[in-house]
């Protein structure tokens, strides 16, 4: 028996609710293999709390990159899915491209980023206060900045169709 499944076996003894808790049998099974001098801080943190602090990093990027491949995997299915706040600052950044002296180039900085970063793109526009001003009051507020007299605003790729 590991120790798992002896800890399993006391609650259920002590006649408490046993809830799953994946995460929680993986660090135990991390502690039989490597004891605590094998394990990291917010590991030993949740081990000792019992599976009640904080998750650890290991399984946080794991649930991230897990979110991300079924994201990927939906592919077609999540185009135009848009919410209505998204539609409007569709119309509102197409508007503020219209408006502009010069069209803003789209860089794609993100690709191969991972973690869904690469679903993202920028438009580089010349610095303008009004463009700027105008990005600001977005309902989307995505990454937003000034560098080298250029302005970058972060946008979903699938926005780029309807604009």
């Not at 946080?60 to 848009?82: A, L």
């Not at 610095?127 to 900045?145: A, P, T, W």
Request: aromatic share 14%.
């Amino acid at each position: 028996m590991n120790l798992s499944e002896d800890i399993q076996r006391i609650k259920q003894v002590m006649g408490l609710l046993i809830e799953s808790d994946n995460y929680y049998d993986k660090i135990l099974d991390l502690y039989s293999e490597v004891g605590l001098d094998g394990m990291k801080d917010d590991e030993i943190k949740y081990l000792k709390s019992g599976g009640e602090s904080e998750l650890p990093s290991r399984f946080k990027s794991e649930i991230s990159q897990k979110n991300y491949d079924d994201y990927v995997s939906q592919g077609e299915s999540n185009k135009n899915n848009f919410k209505p706040e998204d539609w409007q600052d569709i119309f509102d950044l197409k508007k503020i491209i219209e408006n502009s002296n010069h069209k803003p180039k789209i860089r794609y900085d993100y690709e191969g980023a991972g973690f869904f970063l690469d679903i993202f793109c920028n438009l580089e526009f010349d610095y303008d206060k009004e463009i700027f001003e105008s990005l600001q009051r977005l309902n989307n507020q995505f990454y937003l900045q000034v560098q080298d007299d250029k302005i970058l605003y972060t946008i979903p790729k699938i926005w780029l169709e309807e604009l």
